[in-house]
């Protein structure tokens, strides 16, 4: 990664190189999984062209499958989000 920015007329630039490591989803941690089921569910609402087999269904199974007690009320917000989302018209969130 690199990062390059200008200030008082000088160059600054910070490179740092970042290890490639696939896992499966289901071994990454909760924070990510949670993020990654706001992500698509943006995406969703937006009727992106980049969702692949992104669906509501799949958004509610990651977050059933979070177990960490710290964002329970996060998730169960989100969740009931996701549910009133999954029944709007085509076309109207946008």
Aim: one cysteine or more; proline letters at 3%.
């Amino acid at each position: 990664m690199q990062y390059q920015t200008i200030c008082n007329g000088k160059e600054h630039v910070l490179i740092k190189e970042i290890p490639y490591k696939v896992m499966a989803f289901k071994h990454a941690n909760e924070g990510v999984q949670f993020a990654a089921a706001v992500t698509l569910f943006g995406m969703l609402l937006q009727q992106s062209a980049y969702t692949d087999r992104g669906n509501y269904p799949m958004i509610e199974k990651i977050i059933r499958h979070l177990k960490e007690k710290y964002n329970k009320n996060d998730r169960k917000a989100f969740l009931k989000l996701v549910q009133r989302a999954e029944h709007l018209p085509a076309g109207s969130a946008n």
